[in-house]
Nanobody
């Protein structure tokens, strides 16, 4: 059974930091791109950051560039992906989703390229 499980969300003051984690299991995700996307209330889900299979290629939305860092650890039976979020702003408040393409090796930024999704974790940044 394919599983992507996010953790690490919570409530933080503006200027603070959080680190999100995504544990992927049940399929060989090692070879595929993964990413973080977010959805704020009343808005569409949007691209935040993506990473290719090896971690050598990363992409960031302009709104988070310089503040967020995506990374991953590829082990034999489990992949863990992270999103280090610094200098958080109230506009970063959203449900953050972990996703894997399941086929692409590069780091596409289009969420339609991603076939596997986690349940999401809430990040709330207070002003």
């Amino acid at each position: 059974q394919v599983q992507l499980v996010e953790s690490g969300g919570g409530l933080v003051q503006a200027g603070g930091s959080l680190r999100l984690s995504c544990a992927a299991s049940g399929r060989t995700f090692t070879s595929y791109a993964m990413g973080w996307f977010r959805q704020a209330p009343g808005k569409e889900r949007e691209f935040v950051a993506t990473i290719n299979w090896s971690g050598g290629i990363t992409n960031y939305a302009d709104s988070v560039k310089g503040r967020f860092t995506i990374s991953r650890e590829n082990a034999k039976t489990k992949i863990t992906m992270y999103l280090q979020m610094n200098s958080l702003k109230p506009e970063d408040t959203a449900v953050y989703y972990c996703a894997s393409t399941g086929w692409a090796v590069n780091a596409p930024t289009d969420l339609n390229e991603y076939n596997y999704w986690g349940q999401g974790t809430q990040v709330t940044v207070s002003s």
